[in-house]
């Protein structure tokens, strides 16, 4: 059967109408299953934050190792290492990490003691002013009475700085060695520190503690009756601080 010229041609055209559609898709991709995909590098930021993040682990065991090793020598029986360094030693331990071993003995204390302070502050017309005595420790009783779980700085901040001074001093307010010293201005910050978050911001530039030693009354005493008399009546001399207030 012979076809037509116009059967032809329409054959013709839709075959190049196919051939048309086919090339506007692209060339079919090829699957390469031997070819391995090659991550690429982080940012440099992130390669930043990782070197940052494993140096800060890094300082911090470091750190945790010495503090280790001073804190062994420091509690450890005297020995040629912990006499070498002693001076390191006792340098990072005091005051801060300082080590009371009374877990299985204890030794509670016998006395109570008021730890008071009062400022002076020399006004523009060269007159000195002086405040009136402040009791410390009553505000770290008062923060522990009825608190279930009082704070470790209201219990012995305040209590182990006056202990310490007294271990370093003697009956003397002279210090006779670096220690002494450093846990001097230990005890007279700490007192600043508490003065001038409770005098409402007045300037003073000395300080100056009284200590009242009071043995604790014997068991069974009967409310409302006198306090024991003072074994202890210290006064400290004056010391210079920082400004504080306006």
């Not at 051939?19 to 690429?40: I, L, N």
């Not at 040629?80 to 009371?100: A, D, H, I, M, T």
């Not at 300080?207 to 306090?227: D, F, M, N, S």
Request: hydrophobic share 40%; charged share 20%; with cysteine.
């Amino acid at each position: 059967m012979r076809k037509t010229g116009w059967e032809v041609s329409s054959g013709i055209e839709s075959a190049g109408v196919k051939e048309f559609q086919a090339s506007d898709s692209g060339p079919a991709p090829r699957e390469c299953p031997d070819e391995a995909v090659r991550p690429g590098k982080p940012p440099m930021g992130v390669r930043t934050l990782k070197a940052g993040l494993y140096t800060a682990v890094a300082l911090c065991l470091v750190t945790a190792l010495v503090h280790v090793v001073l804190v062994f020598l420091h509690v450890a029986p005297a020995n040629p290492v912990s006499k070498r360094y002693s001076s390191q030693v006792n340098g990072w331990v005091y005051p801060l990490f300082e080590q009371n071993w009374r877990l299985f003995a204890p030794d509670p204390d016998s006395f109570n003691r008021n730890i008071l302070a009062r400022t002076a502050h020399t006004d523009p017309k060269g007159s000195v002013q002086v405040t009136p005595w402040f009791d410390l420790a009553a505000v770290d009783h008062s923060a522990v009475d009825h608190n279930v779980f009082p704070s470790h700085t209201s219990q012995n901040l305040l209590r182990r700085a006056w202990t310490s001074y007294v271990e370093t001093h003697g009956g003397s307010d002279t210090a006779r060695s670096e220690r002494a010293v450093m846990l001097q201005t230990y005890l007279r910050n700490i007192a600043a520190d508490r003065i001038a978050a409770h005098n409402e911001g007045r300037a003073f530039e000395f300080i100056q503690l009284r200590v009242v030693t009071r043995p604790v009354a014997a068991p069974g005493t009967a409310a409302g009756t006198r306090q024991p008399a003072p074994t202890e009546d210290r006064l400290l001399p004056w010391w210079k601080v920082t400004s504080h207030g306006k």
